[in-house]
């Protein structure tokens, strides 16, 4: 069954400190790999994408994430966190397979903290 | 820029109580998703639509039911309201199937 699995629900990390969310899915065909952020009260926004290609994206507000294919991993990375990347963080898997990209499974989510 | 909108933004309902969340898009995206959210647990696709006139069952339907008469258009139905469909709502389109979705600001609905 496809699935996308987020194994931390909580994570705290001090700001300028650098910050790995992790991510990892069962598909059984090529994904299109998502990482979406939602701030409190707000719907999602769109930080990066994997479609094909390079296997390490860049993405909005100095975001990166890295496909791993052998591990089944999309995780997600920043060098230098500011307090306003407070937020909820999800990853999506999206089927490539007769153009069903944006029927997406997400993951439970990664809400981070960050200390002043 | 509007993109996708979603109305209404909060709303109470009684159990047995039916509404209709109302979902516009200005991209003239030809795929809709309704997604609900739980905390903890993600977003799930209750319904999507490719085009005018197709939807589609997704992950979790019972409940819930949409027509798509036009692009822009896509609503969202509930019949009889449940304690269980107390949710938070979000409406998204894409311009394909092989493009990222673009998100509303969600519909909180508490059913009592």
């Known amino acids: 069954a496809q699935s996308v699995t987020q194994p931390d629900i909580h994570i705290t990390v001090s700001e300028g400190a650098s910050l790995e969310l992790r991510c990892n899915y069962s598909?059984?065909?090529?994904?299109?790999l998502f990482w979406y952020v939602q701030s409190p009260g707000q719907g999602l926004q769109l930080l990066l994408k994997?479609?094909?290609?390079?296997?390490l994206v860049q993405g909005i507000k100095g975001f990166e994430a890295e496909f791993k294919r052998s591990q089944s991993s999309f995780n997600l990375r920043k060098p230098s966190v500011h307090w306003s990347d407070a937020a909820e963080y999800f990853c999506a898997v999206g089927a490539i397979k007769d153009n069903q990209g944006g029927k997406l499974i997400f993951g439970q989510g990664t809400e981070l903290s960050v200390k002043p | 820029n509007a993109g996708v909108t979603q109305t209404p933004k909060f709303r109470i309902l009684k159990i047995g109580q039916s509404m209709t969340l109302q979902c516009t898009q200005d991209m003239n995206h030809n795929y809709m998703y309704w997604y609900r959210q739980d905390p903890g647990m993600g977003l799930k696709l209750i319904y999507y639509s490719v085009g005018a006139g197709i939807t589609d069952k997704g992950e979790v339907p019972n409940g819930y039911n949409v027509s798509r008469s036009t692009t822009e258009d896509f609503p969202l139905r509930l019949e009889l309201a449940a304690p269980s469909q107390t949710s938070v709502y979000f409406c998204a389109s894409s311009y394909a199937g092989r493009t990222e979705a673009f998100f509303g600001q969600g519909t909180r609905l508490t059913v009592v």
């Open positions: 994997y479609f094909s290609g390079d296997t």
């Open positions: 598909y059984g065909a090529t994904p299109y």
